[in-house]
């Protein structure tokens, strides 16, 4: 599929086709793509935060609902 017929469909369908995408992308992770440095020491800064309880972080779940919150805000919608 080329990028014109992707822009084509509607938003619904590009939607669902990035979530696929991106979903066969997390399953093909770790393959044959180096990962940056600073990715690796980003992930070691975050990792010593969190360690050293500077950080927190929240349950999937529960991240997921503040994101969808903060997103209906910002375009208006329930």
Same mark, same amino acid.
């Given at each position: /599929?080329?990028?014109? +017929? ?7 369908? $590009?939607? /669902?086709? /990035?979530?696929? %995408? @991106?979903? =066969?992308?997390?399953?093909? =992770?770790? #393959?044959? %793509?180096?990962?940056?440095? @600073?990715?690796? +020491? +980003? !992930? *070691?800064? $975050? !990792? ?9 972080? *929240?349950? @999937?779940?529960?991240?997921?609902? #503040?994101? $969808?919150? $903060? ?6 919608t329930a």
């Amino acid at each position: /599929m080329q990028s014109a +017929e992707l822009v084509a469909l509607p938003l619904n369908e $590009r939607l /669902m086709a /990035m979530e696929a %995408l @991106w979903e =066969s992308l997390c399953h093909d =992770s770790g #393959r044959g %793509l180096p990962v940056p440095d @600073w990715h690796q +020491e +980003e !992930l *070691s800064q $975050r !990792l010593a935060a969190l360690d050293a309880g500077a950080d927190t972080v *929240s349950p @999937w779940e529960d991240a997921k609902v #503040r994101i $969808r919150q $903060r997103a209906h805000a910002v375009i208006g919608t329930a």
